[in-house]
């Protein structure tokens, strides 16, 4: 685990600073709740897709207000929720009050860094995009890494897509 500013050079990229909205401000992250209508019971279908249960190790990327990452716990995984924003971690521990098999990190897809067992299942989602492509393919190589042999990386994110012929101008 980390909490330590990403930019080594002035070219590398800082995924702990803020892009658009500030999810390090504790009332954007009561925010997103809200507007999201996160939902732990909606979360537990991608859990059961995945075909998580107690005997896997799952690390979550981007967990936000935890919906997702407390739905895998509740299987009896072992979920390594890891966050860059303090403000969405303690947002997903206050919920997760008893809880002994999830734990929230600071930290991110670039920085994060797995100790013990290979992961089962490395989950993201709407957060792999805050990255810049380049960035994107580390994040990827890193994730392999974490991942066992024949482990499960499930990624939902934002994309655009738009036909280049288009693009007239630029
Ligand atoms: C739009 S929210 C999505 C939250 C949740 N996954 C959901 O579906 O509701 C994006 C989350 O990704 C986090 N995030 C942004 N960049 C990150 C990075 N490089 N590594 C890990 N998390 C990151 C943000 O702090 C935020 O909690």
Known sequence: MTTA?????????????????????????????????????????LVDRLGITADDTVIEFGPGTGAFALAAAATGAHVIAVDISKAMLDYGRSKAVGLTNIEFVHGGFLSYKHEGQPANFVVTKFAFHHLPDFWKAIALQRINKMLQKGGTFSCAMWCSHFLPIKLTSI
């Open 5 to 45: 500013s990403t930019q080594k050079w002035n070219w590398t990229f800082d995924e702990f600073k803020q892009i658009g909205v500030d999810f390090a401000d504790p009332e954007q992250v009561k925010t997103y709740d809200a507007r999201q209508q996160t939902n732990i019971a909606r979360e537990k279908q």
